[in-house]
C-alpha cells in the first residue's frame, strides 16, 4: 500500500466502526465551522458544536485528556460565542465588530491561557493519567486554543493569530498519535486560519475607513 495511505488508514484497522464515523463526522463539521469563521458568519457555532461534542466524547475514550478538555471548552464558548455573535442593536446592528485586542483584553487572554493550562493539568491527575511529554503539548495547546476560542467569540482579529500557532502544533502531534484525519483536519484549519487572517483584516480595514 502506498506510504501515505498508510499514515492515515492504518491505525483505523482496529478502531471500531463508530468511532470512525464519529471522527469523520467531526472532520466534516468542524472543516465547515472554520470557513463559516472565515466569513463571519453565525453558522461557524452550530456547525462547531457539533463537531467539538463529537470530538470531546472520542478523546474521553482514548483518554487524551487534555484534547477532551479543549473541545469541552471549545462546546461552552461555543454557546457564548452564538449568543455573542447574534446580538443586535436596534434589531438590525450586530453589537460585536471586528476590532483588534486592547491591553485589558490582552491580559485577560493571558490569564484564560494560564488558567486553562491548570485546569488541563488538573484534569490529567484527577484521572491518573500518566503525564508524558505529548500530553504536555496538549496542556500547552489547550491554552492557546480556549484563548483563541475566546477572541473570536469577541470577534478579535487575534483569534486567527492563535489558531495558527495552535494549528501548526497541532498537526504532527496528531500524527504521531496515528489520529490520520484530525491531523489532516488541522492542516485544512492551518490554511483556513491565514486565509480567515487576511479577510477579517480586509473587513477591519474597511470599518476603520467608514468609521
Request: aromatic fraction near 20%.
Amino acid at each position: 500500500m502506498n506510504p501515505i495511505f498508510d499514515f492515515f488508514l492504518g491505525p483505523y484497522e482496529d478502531r471500531e466502526l463508530s468511532l470512525i464515523i464519529l471522527e469523520a463526522t467531526a472532520f466534516f463539521f468542524g472543516i465547515a465551522s472554520v470557513i463559516y469563521a472565515k466569513k463571519e458568519d453565525i453558522l461557524v457555532y452550530p456547525t462547531g458544536l457539533v463537531a467539538t461534542v463529537i470530538t470531546t466524547y472520542i478523546f474521553l475514550m482514548d483518554r487524551l485528556f487534555g484534547d477532551m478538555m479543549m473541545n469541552f471548552y471549545y462546546s461552552i464558548m461555543s454557546i457564548y460565542g452564538w449568543w455573542n455573535w447574534a446580538r443586535r442593536k436596534d434589531d438590525r446592528q450586530p453589537v460585536v465588530h471586528i476590532t483588534r485586542t486592547n491591553k485589558r483584553e490582552k491580559w485577560i487572554g493571558f490569564g484564560f491561557f494560564l488558567l486553562t493550562m491548570l485546569v488541563t493539568y488538573g484534569v490529567y491527575k484527577a484521572f491518573g493519567a500518566e503525564i508524558q511529554t505529548t500530553n504536555y503539548v496538549d496542556i500547552f495547546t489547550s491554552g492557546v486554543f480556549f484563548t483563541a476560542m475566546w477572541y473570536m467569540a469577541n470577534k478579535k482579529l487575534e483569534n486567527w493569530t492563535l489558531w495558527i500557532l495552535g494549528d501548526l502544533i497541532t498537526v504532527p502531534l496528531y500524527a504521531y498519535r496515528g489520529w490520520g484525519m484530525f491531523s489532516l483536519q488541522y492542516l485544512i484549519f492551518t490554511i483556513l486560519a491565514i486565509q480567515g487572517y487576511l479577510a477579517w483584516k480586509k473587513n477591519l480595514g474597511r470599518s476603520l475607513q467608514t468609521s
